[in-house]
């Protein structure tokens, strides 16, 4: 996988303590991490704690995003794609599972040996198949 796709599997990762435990290619990073960011930032985006994130709280949090000194680059980053890839369902509204599911399985995609772990090496290779 290429860095930026390790971006995109990563894409629910927040800003603060838990990104900053989140450094591509500096460490292994589990699965059960990816998902504790995914429900983090997803809690972040459902402005009005329905249970789901609209199209409008989407919005809100892309422009909140793009007004940060980083303007959401590396790991904070929600590409404008993020809703309708994760509306899986097509009902208009992104849910918890729906938000998670996308980076866990990108995430599977990575973890070649199925343990729950994206090892260096696992991302290294990763990185020379995915372009």
């Not at 429900?39 to 940060?68: H, I």
């Amino acid at each position: 996988m290429t860095r930026l796709f390790f971006v995109a599997l990563l894409s629910a990762a927040l800003t603060g303590p838990a990104l900053a435990q989140l450094q591509l290619g500096e460490r292994p990073i589990k699965r059960t991490e990816v998902a504790a960011v995914a429900k983090a930032q997803f809690a972040e985006m459902d402005a009005d704690k329905d249970g789901s994130v609209s199209p409008s709280e989407f919005e809100r949090y892309r422009a909140k995003q793009n007004a940060g000194p980083d303007q959401g680059r590396g790991l904070t980053h929600i590409g404008r794609s993020w809703f309708d890839k994760c509306d899986t369902d097509g009902d208009g509204r992104v849910s918890v599972a729906e938000a998670i599911a996308r980076p866990l399985g990108l995430f599977d995609m990575a973890d070649a040996d199925g343990d729950g772990v994206a090892s260096l090496a696992e991302q290294q290779l990763a990185s020379i198949f995915i372009k």
